[in-house]
């Protein structure tokens, strides 16, 4: 069973309140408890002061039978005050129970307790001495209180003192329990306008503004979801587009260089030129294919793997190689400059292709006799490794987007009529920097372009 907020928050009412009370019922209880013993010790000292003076004047037999009935006129018909003298003559003696408080517990400043047989409170007593006069022998004077009646009355407060405590209790839970539906109204909503949201349109959105602080921050993460979610779906079908876009082109060419060989009779020379451009297009798919199988493992996560400490000036120079025929027929130079010392932990097979297509496409859009410029840069734990290219300008919009599968900027960086690639070299370059590690960057000034990426000194450890 899920936990409910508004149980746990009836729960933290009721525990709240249960604890602040039974702090007030104990600090009532022990002021009352006090109360009670300061009053009852106030009754012992009136009466006992009372007798005492009324014995301190009696020296004879005659004074002495009116201090007895004095005695027990103060003495109530339940017992709840008693009183005894104690004399070695035992005319001057008076009280019942002589035998058992001549056992009782005394302490040194005259009080004491007594426990009365067939009692189950005992019996909290003060005692003087008082000294002979006349033909009276010294005496001792006790007088005793019943603490019963104080015992019922502490049991009597405890009891009311429980039952409004638990009323109190009760009373709380359900002001918490109209509190936490009131407070959780908002959360309420909220969960309803989640669940009227539908797959389509994409752009619906929590309203943000209705919402208290402490949910406002929730609400806002979670329309930051859907607009990611959006954002990748968008990018889903404009990915399914390019595709369908891109393998579409050479199995039309395929279909229809084939048609037209079968049209009519060819010769073997005629059907080897159709095969021929056949496979042309054919290697074309097969290259869609496998990059698109390369990007789909770098983003299950996959790594580079094999490896090891390479200098990057020593690979880019590998890599411009390639290119030379390329450059020689653009009558284009490659200049390599910065940190030609750096070296870094790669697999060199994966920053090849990286570094290939970062030239491929500098090379794509720039014109004749372009100069490219290669920059290697260590900035910090990261070797950054640019390739700058003169061409035409490119929109800040765009450059957020050069690493994008299937995307070309079309109006500013194709020549009308050409077709370079198929639109996943530059995410390549993004696949590889990030199995390595590193990130990517793009810019533009000043009729400059510059795309690059980076790898770590360090391989990052694996997680």
Not at 299 to 304: C, K, N, S, T, V
Not at 411 to 431: C, D, F, S, T, Y
Request: charged share 20%; aromatic share 6%.
């Amino acid at each position: 069973m899920r936990r409910s907020i508004t149980v746990r928050l009836i729960a933290m009412f009721a525990f709240a309140a249960l604890v602040t009370f039974a702090l007030i019922g104990a600090a009532l209880y022990g002021v009352l408890e006090s109360e009670l013993a300061r009053h009852e010790q106030d009754e012992l000292k009136t009466n006992l002061q009372n007798l005492q003076y009324s014995i301190e004047r009696t020296g004879d037999m005659d004074r002495w039978a009116r201090v007895r009935a004095k005695m027990d006129t103060l003495t109530p018909a339940d017992g709840s005050v008693r009183f005894w003298v104690l004399s070695d003559d035992p005319r001057y003696q008076y009280g019942r129970g002589l035998a058992e408080i001549e056992h009782m517990n005394r302490e040194p400043d005259g009080r004491g307790s007594i426990l009365m047989p067939h009692q189950v409170h005992p019996i909290h007593t003060l005692s003087a001495s008082i000294a002979a006069l006349q033909d009276r022998p010294a005496v001792r004077l006790i007088v005793g209180v019943d603490s019963a009646s104080y015992a019922r009355t502490l049991d009597t407060f405890l009891a009311a003192l429980a039952v409004l405590s638990l009323s109190a209790v009760l009373g709380v839970m359900l002001i918490g329990y109209w509190i936490a539906r009131v407070g959780l109204q908002p959360l309420v909503q909220l969960s309803r306008e989640a669940q009227a949201l539908r797959p389509k349109p994409l752009s619906q959105r929590l309203n943000v503004s209705q919402l208290p602080a402490e949910l406002s921050q929730l609400a806002a993460a979670f329309n930051g979801a859907l607009s990611r979610q959006q954002d990748a779906y968008r990018q889903l079908e404009s990915f399914n587009a390019d595709v369908a876009h891109e393998l579409r082109t050479p199995l039309t060419n395929l279909i229809g260089g084939t048609q037209v060989a079968l049209s009519r009779q060819r010769t073997a020379g005629q059907f080897q030129e159709v095969l021929q451009s056949n496979l042309e297009e054919l290697e074309r798919v097969r290259s869609i294919i496998n990059d698109m199988l390369f990007l789909a493992r770098a983003d299950q996560g996959e790594a580079a793997t094999g490896l090891v400490r390479t200098p990057i000036a020593q690979e880019v120079r590998k890599t411009t190689e390639f290119f030379e025929f390329v450059l020689d027929d653009m009558g284009a130079t490659v200049s390599i400059e910065g940190d030609v010392a750096a070296e870094a932990m790669i697999e060199t097979a994966l920053f090849r292709r990286a570094m290939s297509n970062l030239l491929q496409n500098a090379i794509e859009h720039s014109s004749a006799g372009a100069r490219l410029l290669v920059t290697i840069r260590q900035q910090l734990s990261s070797i950054w490794v640019t390739v700058s290219n003169p061409g035409e300008p490119i929109a800040p919009a765009h450059l957020l987007r050069l690493f994008d599968r299937f995307y070309r900027v079309d109006a500013a960086r194709q020549p009308q009529g050409e077709h370079h690639g198929h639109g996943l070299g530059l995410a390549i370059v993004k696949a590889v920097a990030s199995m390595h590690g590193g990130s990517v960057t793009a810019s533009c000034a000043e009729g400059i372009t510059t795309i690059g990426f980076s790898v770590p000194v360090t391989p990052p450890r694996a997680a």
